[in-house]
């Protein structure tokens, strides 16, 4: 095979692992690390109606559509009375509440939940047409043709155009022409429709943007109109009064177009409020609701959609190959010996619940208490499978014994000794006496002594609150500890072991030259 092909594959597993993992936090906001928080605003707009009862009650709401700097998470709809459903028109979305009877007054609420968008936002909707170049009335139109002319010289494009009209028309002072258009405007709205008007006149669409402003603790917010232009490929949000491009992070665009009103039919219409709180949550759940609003399925294939229980298993599961390419490392480069590859492994998986201390004290004092019996039972000549069920017997009454002596001493935590696998146990003990026999007690020490600090290691490693989260929420990497097992397959020098056991034969060579 080509020497070439394992460096390739382990490179493309990698890459491929790493690119997941970065895919999914930068566009879904999935954290590296655990216990991380998302800032999240609440919006809730109460409206409140009164009615004689004499007919139906039908109320139309206008409510948020696209978002294009943040990402929905929750939307309710919270009114005893009223039914609702949500209605998309081509001005946007509409919610639109309905009662049979209302008699006096009641409250409905809309609460929306939001946070930021991490990724790009695409704009689907359709270009609009081209406005008609309006009839200005004079002087008002040579003020405006002469302004246009000027601002078409300096600019580049439709946002550059409209950036710098705008900055012409909101800066202090100005010129007489200036002063003379913005004397037709006596409000916010009347200042962005005149803007409008303006812009028409070089056949650029545009529209009103009603945007709330968020602040933590807001009670009785209102909506302000902002400008929007389309540069033939998406709508861009510009600030009337500053001329800066972009949506602030905390302002919500609430809906486009002609002043928002609620149509109500049965029904008087009392006041229309807005309320904000600026809350953290999870950053994992926050993402999980990120990646539903976008319509992605890679979170849907994920971990984070199976049942609690089925999670819990995969968490202690994922950690299980970082665990082996411990063993690699600790067999292959260092040199350690072992009771086999997974072994190690099992114990430490145990430990989980006995903790690190009491798992050694245990796991010895069975292995030892076994051991000796294994040895009687070497001198009674009994064949291989019914000595390994002998072995097995008497590792789970040595377990029991340890469970009731511990019980009744206070030791509760001993109990979890039985979360050792009886069957590894045995065989561990088989595997020890037979060591013992052939290549002496040292050696059988030896190794069971490795397996132990093998297993002390993959103890403290897999049992790291931070890679057990790392490994759930992106299981992808394990494609990255899959390449290094593979790289350490092909290692055959020297182990660490073995450059201090010929230590002086090194120096010897090193003074030789």
Same mark, same amino acid.
């Given at each position: 095979?080509?020497?070439?092909?394992?460096?390739?594959?382990?490179?493309?597993?990698?890459?491929?692992?790493?690119?997941?993992?970065?895919?999914?936090?930068?566009?879904?906001?999935?954290? @590296?690390?655990?216990?991380?928080?998302?800032?999240?605003?609440?919006?809730?707009?109460?409206? +409140?109606?009164?009615?004689?009862?004499?007919?139906?009650? %039908?109320?139309?709401?206008? #409510?948020?559509?696209?978002?294009?700097?943040?990402?929905?998470?929750?939307?309710?709809? #919270?009114?005893?009375? @009223?039914?609702?459903?949500?209605?998309?028109?081509?001005?946007?979305?509409?919610?639109?509440?309905?009662? !049979? %009877?209302?008699? *006096?007054?009641?409250?409905?609420?809309? !609460?929306?939940?939001?946070?930021?968008?991490?990724?790009?936002?695409?704009?689907?909707?359709?270009?609009?047409?081209?406005?008609?170049?309006?009839?200005?009335?004079?002087?008002?139109?040579?003020? #405006?043709?002469?302004?246009?002319?000027?601002? !078409?010289?300096?600019?580049?494009?439709?946002?550059?155009?409209?950036?710098?009209?705008?900055?012409?028309?909101?800066?202090?002072?100005?010129?007489?022409?200036?002063?003379?258009?913005?004397?037709?405007?006596?409000?916010?709205?009347?200042?962005?429709?005149?803007?409008?008007?303006?812009?028409?006149?070089?056949?650029?669409?545009?529209?009103?943007?009603?945007?709330?402003?968020?602040? =933590?603790?807001?009670?009785?917010?209102?909506?302000?109109?902002?400008?929007?232009?389309?540069?033939? &490929?998406?709508?861009?949000?510009?600030?009337?009064?500053?001329?800066?491009? *972009?949506?602030? =992070?905390?302002?919500?665009?609430?809906?486009?177009?002609?002043?928002?009103?609620?149509?109500?039919?049965?029904?008087?219409?009392?006041?229309?409020?807005?309320?904000?709180?600026?809350?953290?949550?999870?950053?994992?759940?926050?993402?999980?609701?990120?990646?539903?609003?976008?319509?992605?399925?890679?979170?849907?294939?994920?971990?984070?959609?199976?049942?609690? &229980?089925?999670?819990?298993?995969?968490?202690?599961?994922?950690?299980?190959?970082?665990?082996?390419?411990?063993?690699?490392?600790?067999?292959?480069?260092?040199?350690?010996?072992?009771?086999?590859? @997974?072994?190690?492994?099992?114990?430490?998986?145990? @430990?989980?619940?006995?903790?690190?201390?009491?798992?050694?004290?245990?796991?010895?004092?069975?292995?030892?208490?076994?051991?000796?019996?294994?040895?009687?039972?070497?001198?009674?000549?009994?064949?291989?499978?019914?000595?390994?069920?002998?072995?097995?017997?008497?590792?789970?009454?040595?377990?029991?014994? #340890?469970?009731?002596?511990?019980?009744?001493?206070?030791?509760?935590?001993?109990?979890?000794?039985?979360?050792?696998?009886?069957?590894?146990?045995?065989?561990?003990?088989?595997?020890? +006496?037979?060591?013992?026999?052939? +290549?002496?007690?040292?050696?059988?020490?030896?190794?069971?002594?490795?397996?132990?600090?093998?297993?002390?290691?993959?103890?403290?490693?897999?049992?790291?609150?931070?890679?057990?989260?790392?490994?759930?929420?992106?299981?992808?990497?394990?494609?990255?500890?899959?390449?290094?097992?593979?790289?350490?397959?092909?290692?055959? *020098?020297?182990?660490?072991?073995?450059?201090?056991?010929?230590?002086?034969?090194?120096?010897?060579?090193?003074?030789?030259?």
């Amino acid at each position: 095979m080509n020497r070439w092909h394992l460096p390739f594959v382990t490179l493309l597993l990698a890459t491929t692992g790493l690119g997941l993992a970065v895919y999914k936090s930068r566009a879904f906001g999935l954290p @590296f690390t655990p216990k991380s928080e998302a800032e999240v605003w609440t919006v809730e707009a109460r409206v +409140s109606v009164q009615s004689d009862g004499s007919s139906p009650v %039908r109320l139309e709401m206008p #409510i948020p559509g696209e978002l294009p700097h943040l990402v929905r998470i929750q939307e309710d709809f #919270i009114s005893p009375v @009223f039914g609702v459903v949500v209605n998309q028109q081509p001005e946007g979305r509409q919610a639109v509440w309905t009662a !049979r %009877r209302l008699d *006096g007054e009641a409250a409905l609420y809309y !609460r929306l939940q939001v946070a930021e968008r991490l990724g790009a936002y695409t704009d689907t909707s359709r270009p609009p047409p081209y406005p008609r170049v309006p009839d200005y009335e004079e002087p008002f139109g040579a003020a #405006i043709r002469s302004l246009l002319n000027e601002v !078409r010289r300096q600019s580049a494009d439709i946002e550059s155009f409209s950036r710098q009209l705008l900055a012409r028309y909101v800066k202090p002072g100005g010129d007489d022409r200036i002063q003379l258009l913005r004397a037709r405007a006596a409000t916010p709205l009347e200042h962005v429709q005149n803007l409008i008007h303006m812009l028409a006149g070089a056949r650029i669409p545009a529209r009103v943007a009603w945007t709330l402003s968020l602040s =933590d603790g807001m009670r009785s917010g209102q909506l302000e109109p902002w400008l929007q232009i389309h540069n033939e &490929q998406r709508w861009i949000t510009l600030n009337p009064m500053t001329g800066a491009s *972009g949506l602030p =992070d905390d302002r919500l665009i609430w809906t486009t177009g002609e002043l928002p009103q609620i149509r109500a039919e049965g029904a008087t219409v009392g006041t229309w409020s807005f309320a904000a709180a600026r809350t953290h949550r999870d950053l994992l759940m926050v993402a999980k609701e990120r990646a539903q609003d976008l319509g992605s399925a890679l979170l849907d294939l994920s971990l984070l959609g199976l049942p609690l &229980q089925t999670q819990n298993v995969y968490r202690l599961l994922l950690v299980v190959p970082v665990g082996a390419l411990l063993v690699v490392v600790m067999r292959n480069v260092i040199g350690l010996q072992t009771f086999g590859t @997974f072994m190690p492994i099992l114990i430490a998986m145990a @430990f989980r619940e006995t903790r690190l201390l009491l798992g050694l004290l245990l796991f010895s004092s069975v292995v030892a208490l076994s051991l000796l019996v294994r040895f009687y039972f070497e001198k009674l000549r009994l064949l291989l499978v019914p000595r390994l069920a002998a072995v097995v017997t008497v590792v789970v009454l040595v377990m029991t014994a #340890i469970s009731v002596f511990s019980h009744q001493l206070g030791m509760d935590r001993a109990l979890s000794i039985a979360l050792f696998p009886m069957v590894i146990l045995a065989m561990t003990v088989e595997r020890m +006496s037979l060591v013992w026999e052939e +290549s002496g007690p040292w050696d059988a020490l030896l190794q069971g002594a490795g397996s132990l600090v093998v297993a002390a290691l993959a103890y403290l490693v897999m049992n790291q609150p931070s890679l057990e989260y790392l490994l759930f929420v992106f299981p992808e990497l394990l494609l990255v500890v899959l390449a290094l097992t593979l790289l350490m397959g092909r290692y055959t *020098g020297y182990r660490l072991s073995e450059l201090w056991r010929f230590r002086h034969l090194l120096r010897l060579s090193e003074e030789n030259r």
